[in-house]
C-alpha cells in the first residue's frame, strides 16, 4: 500500500553517507580514544536481543531487534531525557534546542544489554533504553502505520462488523474500544439502540470527541426544508462527497441519526475514498500524483434567511503525508469545489483527466455501500476517508447530528490503548 512506501529521495541520500561519508571520521580530531574501532561494529555483552552500533561522521547507527537505525547527533543530543533536559511530569523539553552546537558529536558512547550512554564534549550524560529507540526512530516509525482495512462493498459486508450496543458504548470500556477500533479499521462505525433524540445522540458524540461547532451550530437537525441555502437541506439525492471540503480543515468526523422518515428512499451511500485512491495509484500513478499536488479551493456561499457565509478551503483532493507518503485526507465534493484558478490550463486539462480517473473508482457499483438509516442507529463517519451521499427522498426525514474533532477522537482512542 502506498503508506508504506519508501520516499525516495531519502533512499538516495542514505546510499551516499553509506559510499562516502562513512569512513572520513578516522580523521576527525574530535574522537581521540574510539577512533580505530569505530568502524567496526561494537557489540554489546551478550544480551536478550541482538545489538550492535557504529559511529559515522555525521551519525550513528545502531542495529536492535532486527532494525537498523541511523540517528543524527543534534537529535540525540535534543531527545536527552535527562532531568535538566527534559520534564517528564508534563512531558515538555526543558532543553534549548537552539543552545546545541549544530556540529556536536558524543565523546564516548556506550552500550548495555538495555541501554545507550552518550558522553557529550560538555560532560553531559544521555541514557536511551534501546526500546526507547526502536520505538522513536524513523525506521521504527515507518513499521509503526496504523492499521486499516481498505473496502469495497463485499470485503465490508464480508468482515460482518457488529454495530456496538449503546449502554455498552456509553457505560464499558470494551464497547468504547471496539467502536473504535471499527472506526479505525474502516472509516465508518456503527451504534445501535440509541434513543431517537438529539440529546442521546449528543451523549454519543460526547463520549468520544469535543463536538466541532461550525455554521451549521454544534448539534444540527435538519430536514427537507431549505432552512439553509445548500442541497442537503432538500429531498434531492447527493453524489458522493465527503462534507466541509471549504474549510481549511475539514472535519474529522460526522456523525448522523436518522430520527424519523415518514416516506420512500433516502438511502444512505457509502464509499472508502482510500480504496479508490489505492485503485488509482496501482492504475494510473501520475493521476494519483497530480490529484496530491494540484491544489484548488472549495466554497461555500450562502445568503438565505438570516444566514450570509462564504467560506473557502484551499488544497489538493489527495493529502499526502510528506515523510511516509500515507494518504491521510480526501477532498472531494464536486458540488463545493469553486472555480479553479489556482493553476493554469495545461495543468487545469491534466487534472480534469486525473479527477475523471478517481471519480470513476468511486462510482464503481461495487465500491458502493448502501444502507438504511433507521432511528435508535447512529453512524459514525470518518469525513477525511469514506465518502457519503444520499438516494432522493418523499416524505418526511429528520435527520439530527454532528461534526467532531479528528483530534479529539484519535486522544480517545489512544488513551484506550489503540494505535491512532
Ligand atoms: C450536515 N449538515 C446538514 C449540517 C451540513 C451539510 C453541509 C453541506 C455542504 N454542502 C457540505 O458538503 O459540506
Ligand atoms: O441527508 C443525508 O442523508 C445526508 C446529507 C448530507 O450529505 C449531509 O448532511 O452532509
Ligand atoms: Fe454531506
Excluded at 580523521?27 to 569505530?38: G, V
Aim: glycine share 6%; charged share 25%; proline share 5%.
Amino acid at each position: 500500500m502506498w503508506y508504506q512506501r519508501l520516499p525516495q529521495i531519502f533512499c538516495g541520500i542514505q546510499h551516499q553517507l553509506k559510499g562516502g561519508v562513512r569512513h572520513q571520521d578516522l580523521k576527525h580530531p574530535c574522537f581521540p580514544n574510539r577512533l580505530p574501532a569505530a568502524r567496526r561494529w561494537q557489540h554489546t555483552a551478550l544480551g536478550p536481543r541482538d545489538c550492535a552500533w557504529q559511529q559515522h561522521e555525521d551519525h550513528l547507527e545502531l542495529r536492535y531487534a532486527g532494525t537498523v537505525m541511523r540517528f543524527d547527533y543534534v537529535w540525540l543530543r535534543d531527545h536527552c531525557r535527562s532531568a535538566s533536559c527534559y520534564n517528564s511530569k508534563t512531558n515538555q523539553r526543558s532543553l534549548d534546542t537552539a543552545s546545541v552546537d549544530l556540529g556536536i558529536k558524543p565523546q564516548t558512547i556506550r552500550l548495555n544489554e538495555t541501554m545507550l550512554f552518550l558522553t557529550w564534549p560538555d560532560g553531559h550524560v544521555t541514557r536511551y533504553s534501546l526500546e526507547w529507540l526502536l520505538k522513536n526512530s524513523y525506521e521504527g516509525q515507518k513499521q509503526a502505520v496504523q492499521p486499516k482495512i481498505l473496502w469495497n462493498a463485499e470485503i465490508y459486508q464480508q468482515a460482518q462488523v457488529l454495530p456496538v450496543d449503546f449502554q455498552s458504548f456509553l457505560e464499558t470500556k470494551d464497547g468504547l474500544k471496539e467502536f473504535l477500533q471499527n472506526f479505525l479499521l474502516y472509516g465508518i462505525a456503527f451504534v445501535e439502540n440509541v434513543p431517537p433524540t438529539q440529546e442521546d445522540t449528543e451523549k454519543l458524540a460526547g463520549r468520544i470527541s469535543l463536538i466541532r461547532e461550525t455554521i451549521y451550530g454544534r448539534m444540527w437537525y435538519f430536514t427537507s426544508d431549505f432552512s439553509r441555502g445548500d442541497t442537503a437541506y432538500t429531498k434531492l439525492a447527493l453524489d458522493r462527497h465527503t462534507d466541509t471540503t471549504y474549510f481549511q480543515e475539514p472535519c474529522g468526523i460526522q456523525v448522523f441519526h436518522c430520527l424519523k422518515h415518514e416516506g420512500t428512499g433516502g438511502r444512505t451511500l457509502l464509499v472508502d475514498g482510500f480504496y479508490a485512491a489505492e485503485r488509482v495509484l496501482q492504475r494510473a500513478p501520475a493521476d494519483f500524483d497530480l490529484l496530491s499536488k494540484v491544489p484548488l479551493k472549495h466554497e461555500y456561499i450562502e445568503n438565505v434567511g438570516e444566514c450570509h457565509n462564504h467560506m473557502i478551503g484551499v488544497g489538493p483532493v489527495l493529502n499526502i503525508h510528506p515523510w511516509n507518503k500515507e494518504l491521510y485526507l480526501i477532498r472531494y465534493n464536486n458540488y463545493d469545489r469553486a472555480v479553479i484558478n489556482t493553476v493554469p490550463y495545461d495543468v487545469v486539462h491534466r487534472w480534469y483527466a486525473a479527477h475523471r480517473t478517481l471519480t470513476t473508482e468511486l462510482r464503481r457499483p461495487e465500491n458502493e455501500l448502501w444502507i438504511k438509516l433507521k432511528p435508535g442507529k447512529a453512524l459514525f463517519i470518518d469525513n477525511w476517508r469514506v465518502l457519503h451521499g444520499r438516494e432522493s427522498f418523499t416524505g418526511y426525514r429528520q435527520l439530527c447530528g454532528c461534526y467532531l474533532t479528528r483530534d479529539d477522537v484519535l486522544n480517545t482512542a489512544r488513551f484506550l490503548g489503540l494505535q491512532a
